[in-house]
């Protein structure tokens, strides 16, 4: 399954996936760090959505939302927390 989601900068794309290995882990996921997506799985099953690895198109929006929101929503708090922890660091 090919990644259908494209980031600004490419070359992030190592980094990016590193952040969300951490921070699923740190929820309390199994996260496999060289490949921190198959986390999406885990999630999927504790939330009772059959999340296949091929063709997922009977999905609805909400079930695929139920999936990611949380993923991408831990990935943006910890980025907002890392900004904030910086700004704190440039003012001393």
Do not use: C, H, W
């Not at 921070?23 to 999406?40: H, S």
């Amino acid at each position: 399954m090919g990644r259908k989601n494209r980031i600004l900068v490419p070359e992030a794309r190592n980094q990016l996936d590193r952040l969300k290995a951490d921070v699923m882990k740190a929820k309390g996921y199994t996260v496999d760090k060289d490949q921190p997506d198959a986390v999406k799985f885990e999630v999927a099953k504790e939330l009772g959505i059959p999340l296949s690895k091929e063709y997922n198109g009977k999905l609805t929006s909400e079930q695929a939302g139920k999936i990611g929101g949380p993923i991408g929503g831990n990935m943006v708090k910890e980025m907002v927390r890392l900004a904030q922890e910086q700004l704190t660091k440039d003012k001393s």
